[in-house]
């Protein structure tokens, strides 16, 4: 349709009542004829009949001769091929933006207008399946008919929608990346929300709060499409449970312990890590409610720190409950275990055990630590302290270095023999950090007889036994060393020979 007082006015100026009519798919373009709709309205409006390949059952062959009239609607053509010019029909693929051009002579301009050949969008979300709390949801809008402008950027709304409670609906304005370029881009910022003191945004923020399983619809509501009406796309996006994996032997008797676990554990640098024996079965758990139940292997790997080997071992683990997952690992000290993967970890006493789940969404590797115990070994020797003679005890046990940041402390039990009733406690501390050697000593006093008040020494006279003993928690047993007592002797010499 123009509106154009010029054109009425003559015969001639008549002539100039067409407009030319060209597709973004090529260079096919139709001069269409326009005639004023009534006596004196300025107002002239021509039609150009499009067609387009249809793949429907309810399609009619295809039509390539004139007249078109004799072709029912919708006329079937083959349109991905250029169409002749000037014919009557324009050859027009879905999402083609079609563009009519009015040349006005007084006063001189050139004037344009922009269709579309409806297609349904298309939405895409990245991530698409998953996503972390804190971060942002990509989204994308893939729609020629949004692009009404081809000179100018456009935008688009869509809907971002949660059923986490209270939590408003979301308008996210989206962006052409380029002019005419029809894809538009946009991006909704989340926050992550303690689901035991949850975050609520208001319906104005430019954010989401989400919770770990909370899903997020995202909705674009197509308003041009080729059989008319409104289609609704939507995608949806969960927010990921952080994967969490426990490595640790089995209670044989799981009344007796709230871990399950048969042996103690610690925490290093947020770092759980639980006891075992060279030789222990290890089993291995993992949660993570991601994780549907057809997935049939996850990546969990095994290995041993330190090592001289190289060994290591992938882990075959399976569905026990919704999100839960279980294995094991056997280890041996036996050498003929080393080559790699080969169902059995070589490890050595006083190694850890380093089994690793990589967590795809959040992407982590989620490790489990096992510390192989190993037996405490006692060590004694005589030694003068600030010029007191001492008896120096030496313990090695990195069972009890349970963290690598601090001194720590170990005590021992030193008795004379001779007073079985008479038991000192010695406190050793740890050389250095993360050292697993721990020193200590108690001064030696020379009597024949017992303390009758504990003054942190130990009496004896040369010759007497001592016994220092351990009670070394993993392997669980006590470990002793016996000693004997060797005081300097005193020559006396006459005032008068």
């Known amino acids: 349709t123009v509106v154009d007082a010029d054109l009425g006015l003559t015969a001639a100026t008549v002539l100039d009542a067409y407009v030319v009519v060209t597709t973004s798919k090529d260079f096919e373009q139709e001069r269409v004829p326009l005639f004023e709709t009534g006596y004196n309205t300025n107002v002239f409006t021509g039609k150009l009949l499009t067609c387009t390949r249809c793949s429907s059952v309810t ?18 053509c083959p349109s991905e091929v250029e169409g002749l010019s000037n014919d009557g029909i324009l050859y027009v693929e879905k999402g083609n933006i079609i563009t009519s051009t009015y040349v006005e002579r007084m006063p001189e301009a050139t004037l344009s207008a922009f269709s579309h050949v409806a297609r349904v969008g298309s ?27 081809p000179t100018v950027v456009e935008t688009v709304d869509v809907r971002v929608a949660t ?30 929300s303690d689901p035991a003191n949850p975050t609520v945004a208001l319906r104005t923020d430019l954010f989401m709060a989400v919770e770990p ?66 030789g222990d079965t290890i089993t291995v758990n993992i949660t993570d409610r991601d994780i549907s139940s057809a997935t049939q292997d996850l990546n969990v790997t095994a290995y041993a720190s330190p090592t001289k080997t190289g060994d290591y071992q ?30 059995v970890l070589l490890i050595e006493p006083d190694t850890d055990i380093v089994v690793t789940y990589i967590d795809r969404v959040p992407r982590l590797n989620q490790d ?83 303390e009758s008040v504990s003054d942190g020494s130990l009496r004896g006279i040369s010759g007497d036994a001592v016994r220092i003993t351990y009670a070394d928690a993993l392997p ?22």
């Not at 409670?165 to 304005?173: F, I, R, Y």
């Open 59 to 76: 399609c009619p062959d295809m039509c390539f001769t004139s007249p078109w009239a004799n072709c029912d609607q919708p006329v079937n």
């Open 123 to 149: 939405l895409e979300i990245i991530p698409s399946d998953y996503m972390v709390g804190g971060d942002r949801l990509n989204i994308i809008v893939l729609d020629n008919d949004l692009n009404k402008d």
């Open 163 to 192: 059923l986490k409670v209270n939590e408003p609906t979301k308008l996210v304005t989206l962006t052409e990346d380029e002019i005419n370029s029809g894809r538009f881009v946009g991006f909704l910022t989340t926050i992550p």
């Open 213 to 278: 399983g909370d899903e997020i619809d995202v909705v674009y509501s197509d308003e041009a499409i080729p059989n008319g009406g409104v289609q609704e796309i939507t995608r949806r996006v969960t927010v990921a449970f952080t994967g969490t994996i426990k490595a640790c032997v089995a209670s044989v008797n799981a009344s007796l312990s709230t871990s399950g676990c048969q042996y103690t554990r610690f925490s290093d640098n947020g770092l759980v890590t639980y006891m075992a024996l060279p």
């Open 314 to 343: 992938v882990l075959e683990v399976i569905q026990v409950a919704t999100g839960e997952f279980s294995g094991q690992l056997r280890t041996s000290t036996n050498p003929i275990y080393a080559p790699p993967n080969d169902g």
């Open 368 to 450: 489990a630590r096992v510390r192989m115990a190993v037996k405490g070994v006692l060590e004694t020797r005589a030694a003068l302290l600030n010029d007191i003679a001492t008896l120096a005890v030496n313990l090695t046990d990195t069972d009890i270095n349970r963290d690598s940041a601090v001194r720590e402390a170990a005590v021992v039990s030193v008795v004379n023999l001779r007073f079985p009733d008479i038991i000192s406690s010695v406190s050793l501390l740890e050389s250095d950090a993360n050292s697993g050697r721990f020193e200590g000593s108690i001064a030696l006093a020379l009597s024949a007889g017992a």
């Open 476 to 497: 669980q047993g006590t470990r002793q060393m016996d000693t004997t007592l060797r005081f300097a002797g005193t020559v006396h010499l006459p005032a008068e020979l």
